[in-house]
């Protein structure tokens, strides 16, 4: 059939309207391929502290399929320097947490991870003036990805790891009507003193590094101090001693000096850092009236010798609403989710399927 031009009014009004028309919500994904890396372009990020992000993009990956009622989305955003590809990997299978024949798997990389919207991948507002931003925001953008780019108007739950935790207890408090069960996994509605003493130490200890330069550095520095604090409370001082014997001490003290928090970029680190820091799912309010508004089906996970991400708040919520709660109690303490996981994904599983 042959092409007849538009006439140049009919024309001009058509791209007028279709620059003034917000841009419509992609409900019709084309198939992909389980754990193939996307991409939410959000246009403009309000944050809470007044600022914006410009370009605002998420990555995501997905496993499985949407039912045909669309209710078996389960939303699971990223930890503190991961990202979908890694989450994925311990995430989707039959064996581990979110089994994707069941559910519809979707794993968010969070803001300053280096693939989301980042100091690192920002043109507009690279490396130190790039706005700050919370778990609050986190969780507001991944709320848009939910309703404007996969058309979802309801999940049937959101879970977590550590921030991913975080950014779990803000969705059960800021979108309680939006999510049937939620199961935040060591993470922590409101860090206490103990967790803000270690992410306090690893920020000062990352702006003291002279290789970080305020922020202006032309190629990634290692950050050897930040690691090896990070390193040192990731899990208990028995699982440390026992994973490096005094005599490979040497050689691995100075490999932390060497590779540190590379790949990751530092400005990015420095970032998420200050999101937990500011971390509040109560936002300055009371913790109790934050902890009304929550109506899903809770399954609260902690870690008994968690030097990370100090299990109280999360106990004290978990009771607070009546929620279940699980506890990992070997000494690997923050990472006892993957020591543990043959203890710890079918209890996920079961709660994730009303058992």
């Not at 803000?170 to 270690?198: Q, T």
């Amino acid at each position: 059939m042959r092409k007849t031009a538009l006439r140049p009014t009919l024309a001009a009004f058509l791209a007028f309207a279709a620059l003034a028309a917000p841009p419509a919500p992609n409900h019709a994904q084309q198939p992909v391929a389980d754990g193939q890396q996307q991409f939410a372009d959000l246009g403009v990020c309000k944050l809470a502290n007044g600022q914006q992000i410009t370009g605002c993009r998420l990555g995501y990956r997905t496993w499985g399929k949407l039912n045909a009622d669309r209710s078996n989305a389960v939303f699971f955003p990223t930890w503190f320097s991961g990202n979908s590809a890694t989450i994925g990997a311990r995430a989707a299978g039959t064996d581990k947490l979110v089994d994707p024949a069941k559910y519809f798997l979707v794993v968010i990389d969070a803001f300053g991870d280096g693939v989301s919207s980042s100091p690192s991948n920002s043109a507009t507002q690279p490396g130190p003036s790039f706005p700050a931003f919370t778990t609050r925001d986190m969780v507001s953008a991944e709320y848009r990805l939910a309703t404007e780019t996969l058309g979802l108007k309801h999940l049937h739950a959101v879970m977590g790891i550590s921030m991913g935790g975080m950014q779990t207890f803000e969705w059960m408090v800021n979108y309680p009507d939006f999510m049937d069960v939620a199961i935040p996994i060591v993470g922590s509605p409101k860090l206490n003193g103990y967790d803000l003493l270690l992410w306090h130490e690893e920020e000062s200890a990352l702006e003291a590094d002279p290789a970080w330069q305020n922020g202006h550095y032309t190629q990634r520095p290692p950050m050897g101090a930040v690691e090896a604090l990070h390193d040192m409370n990731l899990s208990t001082p028995a699982h440390y001693a026992r994973a490096h014997p005094p005599q490979n001490f040497n050689a691995d003290y100075a490999e932390y000096f060497k590779t540190g928090i590379l790949p990751f970029d530092a400005n990015d680190w420095l970032y998420q850092l200050e999101a937990m820091i500011h971390h509040d799912a109560a936002h300055n309010g009371s913790m109790e009236k934050a902890e009304k508004r929550v109506k899903a089906h809770v399954l609260v996970v902690v870690a008994a010798q968690d030097h990370m991400v100090n299990p109280m708040p999360a106990e004290d919520l978990a009771k607070a609403i009546g929620a279940q709660v699980f506890v990992l109690d070997s000494d690997c303490g923050h990472i006892s989710t993957t020591c543990e996981a043959g203890k710890l994904d079918p209890v996920v599983r079961a709660f994730l399927d009303g058992k």
